[in-house]
């Protein structure tokens, strides 16, 4: 969808939204795939109450995109505009064994900051792609431990309230790959407490993880990582594994021969290789298992 209306452009100038034209969302998620739309990209998270309502009053959809590492978008023109945050200046602020990040900042290098300050727990979460606040949306999780464990507060802005508020973490639902945040909120910030450890025990904890995931998923490879979430009690990837689906290829798409969850981008898939895909994977899982596998990456169709 194309902004060309001019109100609206002298109103990302005075909300210090830059507006990216045209923008392949296959250049901006890491599966690569992926349709046109105009990105607004936000530098001033506290202008985001008056930008959705100048949008609303010129009645322009819109859907906010994070990191793009959890996402599968169809192709063609796109029927709203992106809110992005920049992630420009998203130093994390430290506070005894506290620490302020900004939705926007990269999960990773959150992770090896506070390692730096020797604050640890998080060092499963080493190679999860992404930025903080898709982390704390999906409350993102890999060996043994989930981001809502370190939570204290949410920064967000609240579209039902049309305002950004600070949230305690008891006040939020934290589930697997799932949180009680609408649809239409927006991550702005957190405050997480963690444990002081020792950083040459972060670092070494964090390799053993790094090593972990090198050796059992396709990190080379243009993916969203799992595509299923796990069903109560089992494993998608296993199951997959189980049934001989790894390599199995649909277009471009193909199940990851590491690891049977990851569904990787080999040959210029489209969304509809990928779709497709899924759904014969989800059909061959539910007559073979009685299983009915649930999407882990989110799907804008
Ligand atoms: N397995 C197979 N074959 C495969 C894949 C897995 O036999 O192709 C077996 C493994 O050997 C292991 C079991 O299945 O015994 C579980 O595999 P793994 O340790 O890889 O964990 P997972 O349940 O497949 C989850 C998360 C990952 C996270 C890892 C590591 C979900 C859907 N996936 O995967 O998160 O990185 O644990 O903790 O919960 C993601 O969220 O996108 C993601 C990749």
């Given at each position: 969808m194309r902004v060309e209306n001019p109100k609206m452009q002298a109103a990302f100038a005075e909300l210090k939204v830059e507006h990216r034209a045209g923008e392949r969302l296959a250049d901006w998620t890491s599966l690569g795939v992926g349709g046109r739309t105009d990105i607004l990209v936000i530098h001033e998270p506290r202008h985001?109450?008056?930008?959705?309502?100048r949008?609303?009053?010129?009645?322009?959809?819109?859907?906010?995109?994070?990191?793009g590492s959890n996402l599968l978008v169809r192709e063609g023109e796109?029927?709203?505009?992106?809110?992005?945050?920049?992630?420009?200046e998203t130093q994390p602020e430290f506070r005894g064994n506290r620490v302020r990040v900004a939705a926007a900042a990269d999960l990773g290098r959150t992770v090896t900051e506070c390692a730096r300050r020797n604050l640890g727990g998080m060092e499963g979460l080493i190679g999860v792609p992404g930025s903080m606040g898709g982390a704390l949306r999906m409350n993102a999780g890999a060996y043994g431990i989930e981001i809502s464990q370190f939570v204290k507060t949410v920064t967000l802005y609240r579209a039902a309230r049309r305002a950004i508020e600070t949230v305690p973490a008891e006040a939020i639902g934290f589930h697997y790959r799932h949180t009680s945040f609408d649809a239409d909120d927006i991550m702005v910030a957190a405050e997480l407490e963690l444990p002081e450890r020792p950083y040459e025990e972060i670092r070494a904890a964090i390799k053993v993880c790094n090593e972990k995931r090198r050796a059992s998923q396709p990190l080379n490879e243009k993916s969203a990582g799992c595509i299923f979430k796990n069903p109560a009690g089992a494993s998608a990837g296993k199951m997959i594994d189980e049934l001989g689906l790894k390599g199995h290829r649909l277009g471009g798409a193909v199940v990851s021969e590491r690891h049977g969850n990851f569904f990787v981008n080999r040959f210029q898939a489209t969304a509809d290789?990928?779709?497709?895909?899924?759904?014969?994977?989800?059909q061959r899982i539910?007559?073979?298992?009685?299983?009915e596998l649930e999407e882990e990456v989110i799907v804008w169709t």
């Open positions: 985001l109450p008056e930008l959705a309502r949008l609303d009053a010129e009645a322009i959809p819109r859907r906010f995109l994070g990191g796109l029927p709203w505009v992106l809110l992005h945050l920049s992630a420009k290789d990928l779709l497709g895909l899924i759904d014969f994977v989800r539910r007559q073979a298992f009685g299983h």
